[in-house]
Every structure is written in structure tokens, then in C-alpha cells.
């Protein structure tokens, strides 16, 4: 199934995209998705978004859902995607001014 | 108020719970802004024309022809001139009643703290993460609530720290990343990135609405997002946590 996943910030300089669909495997989570991107990009990508496999400071969404929302996530990070779901990866604040 | 500040404010004026008493308040506000690149620009600009009547500009650059894409208080003439100076001549002919404090050199702690002194607000349009954490350093010190910009290609942040409330600036910042030696970004997120900010130092000293706080006021201009993500303050924090203030570290 695909999903469209979007970058953002510093992860856009780590994949050199902003978005891009991705074929993913039923039964896929976030989790192993990181999994997939980091076999791509690297494992910055991951360090970025889930230090220490923790979700931390709104780094990813998915349909512009915060992960961290264990009312609309409660398995957060191992949460199912689904096809045609939109999963943001948003990073750390970054940018200049 | 004067009959001609009533004219030129009578649009804003007449908002309901906004009001005459809300434009008085910003008449007698001082906002500090830092950084007069493409966000401090536009949040300078719409501070001034909302009726901020005490600014201070702080940036120490000169203007380059790569400046122009998104700096809206320059143009080509001014290649080679201060920015905060240059930017202070351009508000000073939109109202000539604005005082204007410039600061053209690199600041630091203590420079802040001389600065933010008899602020009322604090805007963050700096570039560097160290800038910005000594901002942040000083802000929680005093207890100034401040707004901080982040804008970058297409997307952009506005985060208002209210200090002892909300997670700081040093909860949240990736202070190991590698900041690029030049930002990719378009003139459109410096802009609605400076104009949040504004936005948030005129909620802030009029007290009109609500002011969103401790949160990533995320845009993404180039899907057509906005999304408003809550930061969490960190116990271990060396600035807001249990770690304590790292005041007299300097």
C-alpha cells in the first residue's frame, strides 16, 4: 500500500526531498517505518524525529494528528498507518530568520 | 489620543473588545525585536504600523542583494547599509512618532539583559541557536513572555514562551544539529512567520484574544497546513527545569 510521507527542516537536507509516496507493507508502524527510511537516509533521519525511540517536542504527525495524542494514538509510535495516510515528520525547530 | 492617530488607526479602533484602550497600549508597549532579516523585517513593519511606538532593533549585518527576496523594509538602494538602521529610516516614514532604539553589534547576555530591560515583549528573529538560547536565558531570568520565529523553504514557526509556564527555548532547540551556512527559504515564510510573531506581541501587550503559548504554531505553506503542536518542558532543563538557571555562567 503507499503512503505519502512529508519532511521537514533539517530532515529535508537528510533525504534532499520535502515529500515523497512510499509502498509500505500492511500491518506497517510508524516505528518500522523509521526503520525503512533509515535503511534510505541514514539513521539521522530517526535520531531527529524519536531520540531514543521516544517521541519528543511534536515530531511526527500523521493526517496532521500530533503521535504523541495517546487519545487518537494509543499505541503511539507503534501505531498502524494505513493507506493514503499522510505522515509528517517535522524534526526539531529549525530555520533561520 | 491625538485626532490624526485616531485617523490613522480608526480601522483598528473599531474592532469590537479592541478598541481605543488597546491602541494606547500599544503606543506606551516597547518591543525588542532581534533579528531584522526577513522575519524581524515584516514583524517590524506590522509592529510599526499597528501602532508599537517604542521599538528596538537589533541586528549587526549590512544588506546584500540576496537579502532582497524576502527583506520588505529594503531595497536595491540599500545594498551595503546597516539593516537596523536602514529598517529604523523606513518605519520612522511610516510614523515619525515611533522611537526607535538601534542596536548594530553582536549582543550578548549582557547586552540582552540591558536591552530587554523596560520591554514590554521580546521577539526572537535571530539566526543562530546560541543567539536565540541567550534570548531565551534572559527572557526566563526576567520573566519576559517572548515570541520566537523559525522559517525555512517553505514552512515556518512561531513559538511564545511564557517563562515558568511553558517549555523554553532550551527544552526544545536541537543544539547539536548542523545549522547550513545558508537557510533555503522563501520570501512568503519569512513573512507569515514575522507577522505571527507580531501578531503575538500585539495579543500579548493589548491582551486582546487568546495568545497561543508553549506550542509549535507550525505552517506549511507549500501543503497548506497549519498545526499547532504542544511542546513539553523538560525537567532536566539547565534554564527552566529542576536543573535550575545557569545565570552566572557567563
Same mark, same amino acid.
Given at each position: 500500500?503507499?503512503?505519502? +510521507?512529508?519532511? /521537514? *527542516?533539517?530532515?529535508? #537536507? @537528510?533525504?534532499?526531498?520535502?515529500?515523497? %509516496?512510499?509502498?509500505?507493507?500492511?500491518? =506497517?508502524?510508524?516505528?518500522?517505518?523509521?526503520?525503512?527510511? +533509515?535503511?534510505? /537516509? *541514514?539513521?539521522?533521519? #530517526? @535520531?531527529?524525529?524519536?531520540?531514543?525511540? %521516544?517521541?519528543?517536542?511534536?515530531?511526527? =504527525?500523521?493526517?496532521?494528528?500530533?503521535?504523541?495524542?495517546?487519545?487518537?494514538?494509543?499505541?503511539?509510535?507503534?501505531?498502524?498507518?494505513?493507506?493514503?495516510?499522510?505522515?509528517?515528520?517535522?524534526?526539531?525547530?529549525?530555520?533561520?530568520? | 489620543?491625538?485626532?490624526?492617530?485616531?485617523?490613522?488607526?480608526?480601522?483598528?479602533?473599531?474592532?469590537?473588545?479592541?478598541?481605543?484602550?488597546?491602541?494606547?497600549?500599544?503606543?506606551?508597549?516597547?518591543?525588542?525585536?532581534?533579528?531584522?532579516?526577513?522575519?524581524?523585517?515584516?514583524?517590524?513593519?506590522?509592529?510599526?504600523?499597528?501602532?508599537?511606538?517604542?521599538?528596538?532593533?537589533?541586528?549587526?549585518?549590512?544588506?546584500?542583494?540576496?537579502?532582497?527576496?524576502?527583506?520588505?523594509?529594503?531595497?536595491?538602494?540599500?545594498?551595503?547599509?546597516?539593516?537596523?538602521?536602514?529598517?529604523?529610516?523606513?518605519?520612522?516614514?511610516?510614523?515619525?512618532?515611533?522611537?526607535?532604539?538601534?542596536?548594530?553589534?553582536?549582543?550578548?547576555?549582557?547586552?540582552?539583559?540591558?536591552?530587554?530591560?523596560?520591554?514590554?515583549?521580546?521577539?526572537?528573529?535571530?539566526?543562530?541557536?546560541?543567539?536565540?538560547?541567550?534570548?531565551?536565558?534572559?527572557?526566563?531570568?526576567?520573566?519576559?513572555?517572548?515570541?520566537?520565529?523559525?522559517?525555512?523553504?517553505?514552512?515556518?514557526?512561531?513559538?511564545?514562551?511564557?517563562?515558568?509556564?511553558?517549555?523554553?527555548?532550551?527544552?526544545?532547540?536541537?543544539?547539536?544539529?548542523?545549522?547550513?551556512?545558508?537557510?533555503?527559504?522563501?520570501?512568503?515564510?519569512?513573512?507569515?512567520?514575522?507577522?505571527?510573531?507580531?501578531?503575538?506581541?500585539?495579543?500579548?501587550?493589548?491582551?486582546?484574544?487568546?495568545?497561543?503559548?508553549?506550542?509549535?504554531?507550525?505552517?506549511?505553506?507549500?501543503?497548506?497546513?497549519?498545526?499547532?503542536?504542544?511542546?513539553?518542558?523538560?525537567?532536566?532543563?539547565?534554564?527552566?527545569?529542576?536543573?535550575?538557571?545557569?545565570?552566572?555562567?557567563?
Amino acid at each position: 500500500m503507499k503512503i505519502m +510521507v512529508r519532511y /521537514y *527542516g533539517y530532515l529535508t #537536507r @537528510e533525504t534532499n526531498k520535502h515529500y515523497e %509516496e512510499i509502498n509500505v507493507d500492511d500491518g =506497517t508502524t510508524i516505528r518500522t517505518l523509521f526503520d525503512k527510511l +533509515v535503511i534510505q /537516509y *541514514g539513521t539521522r533521519i #530517526r @535520531e531527529l524525529c524519536v531520540p531514543k525511540g %521516544e517521541l519528543r517536542q511534536s515530531s511526527v =504527525t500523521v493526517n496532521r494528528q500530533d503521535l504523541r495524542d495517546s487519545r487518537l494514538f494509543p499505541e503511539g509510535i507503534d501505531t498502524v498507518v494505513q493507506e493514503g495516510e499522510i505522515v509528517a515528520l517535522i524534526g526539531p525547530l529549525s530555520g533561520a530568520a | 489620543m491625538k485626532p490624526q492617530d485616531l485617523e490613522r488607526w480608526n480601522r483598528q479602533v473599531v474592532i469590537p473588545q479592541f478598541g481605543v484602550r488597546s491602541q494606547e497600549k500599544l503606543a506606551t508597549s516597547k518591543v525588542a525585536v532581534f533579528g531584522v532579516g526577513g522575519v524581524g523585517c515584516a514583524t517590524a513593519l506590522y509592529l510599526a504600523v499597528a501602532g508599537v511606538r517604542n521599538l528596538v532593533l537589533v541586528d549587526k549585518d549590512i544588506i546584500a542583494l540576496g537579502n532582497l527576496n524576502r527583506q520588505i523594509l529594503f531595497q536595491l538602494s540599500d545594498l551595503d547599509q546597516a539593516k537596523a538602521s536602514t529598517a529604523a529610516q523606513r518605519l520612522a516614514a511610516i510614523d515619525p512618532a515611533i522611537k526607535i532604539e538601534v542596536i548594530e553589534k553582536h549582543v550578548g547576555l549582557l547586552d540582552i539583559e540591558d536591552i530587554v530591560a523596560d520591554c514590554s515583549f521580546v521577539v526572537d528573529a535571530f539566526d543562530r541557536i546560541e543567539d536565540r538560547l541567550n534570548i531565551n536565558q534572559v527572557c526566563f531570568d526576567k520573566k519576559l513572555v517572548s515570541a520566537h520565529g523559525f522559517a525555512q523553504e517553505f514552512a515556518g514557526e512561531v513559538v511564545v514562551i511564557d517563562p515558568g509556564k511553558t517549555a523554553c527555548l532550551n527544552c526544545v532547540l536541537e543544539k547539536d544539529a548542523q545549522e547550513p551556512a545558508v537557510t533555503p527559504i522563501m520570501g512568503v515564510t519569512a513573512g507569515i512567520v514575522g507577522i505571527g510573531l507580531a501578531n503575538a506581541a500585539i495579543k500579548y501587550v493589548t491582551g486582546f484574544g487568546f495568545l497561543q503559548t508553549g506550542c509549535r504554531m507550525f505552517w506549511d505553506l507549500g501543503f497548506e497546513q497549519y498545526l499547532s503542536l504542544p511542546l513539553q518542558r523538560r525537567n532536566d532543563c539547565i534554564v527552566c527545569g529542576n536543573a535550575g538557571s545557569r545565570k552566572g555562567e557567563r
